[in-house]
């Protein structure tokens, strides 16, 4: 099974340079003037997958609860020096955090394109990039927060021993890893500094899932609330977006949210996985390699490329259905007035 997942985290990497960097071309040379900021967004966000899935490959985390407590070991080239092997493993887990943060930052652009198009300001100039902010900050604290709490020690290398010699034939005393273990294995005493850390991870996550869900489903309302007034073109080109916007909320929710969540939650209450959640790497490892592949299918400019099909419709070309939302219902709104 360690193979598997192993493998599937090498195609991921492989997946996620070739999709990203052709996006990244999509977006260069086939992305129509009207995907305004938001273009810029998805070129930081397909550049951050692309480290996301060099860090990974680098990392080769390998995963394992035993009693109350996760281990997220490296597996790869600098697993045995652990001045960079335990610093990059808490990058990784980082990454998680900052990948989570700006999926949340495309669904606040689209909720403000939409809702709030006065807001819009904040994404103009220079100030989109102070929306970034956000991520970094979360990027930097939650690697942080699985380095000095969770940095190997006698009591993690200890417990860790038999199983990471036996499951993945990795020494503890040696393998770069960091633990969260929110009891002493010898005194049953739980350990603060643990579940102060959990908590924190647990409310990021928390956080940007219901912005998520939130952002989405206004956006998704306020669109809907709007098809009275748009052409058969502008409907069919809002049906597309809707179903963007909902891939792209399911997507990391199976890939991501339910396997972190798990891995977080369930060792807490002393519910042992074992190596089964050593399969959560295999999803982490994939996400980075299936989004842009959703960008690329969905977005009519890019995947009339992809298939080598011209577009027969200006009015299609020029409103692309990643386009602001609000330049989609302005446009509605504006061939309703020329009726």
Known sequence: MEQIVESLQYFGFLGSLVLNSFLLFLLHTRAHRNFGKYRILMIVFCLFAIVYSLVEVLTLPVMFVKGRSLCVCSNGPLRLYRPIGVPLTSIYCGSFGMCISLLTLHFFYRYVAVCKPDKMRYFNGKHIFLTFSPSLFIFVTWSMTTYWPMAPDEMREIH????????FQTNSFEASFVAMMFQDPQT???LPSQLLSCAYMSFLMSVCFSVIVFCGYQALKQMRSHASHMSSKTKELNKQLFMTLGIQTLLPVFTMYIPVGCLMILPMFGIE????ANNAAAFLGLYPALDPLVAILLIKDF???VFCKSVTSTYASAVSNTAPP?????????QSQNK
């Open 160 to 167: 860790y021993h038999d199983v990471l010699m036996k499951t």
């Open 188 to 190: 049953s005493t739980w």
């Open 326 to 334: 609000s330049k989609i219902l302005q446009a509605s709104r504006n």
């Open 273 to 276: 996985l074992g190596a089964a």
């Open 303 to 305: 995947r009339n490329f």
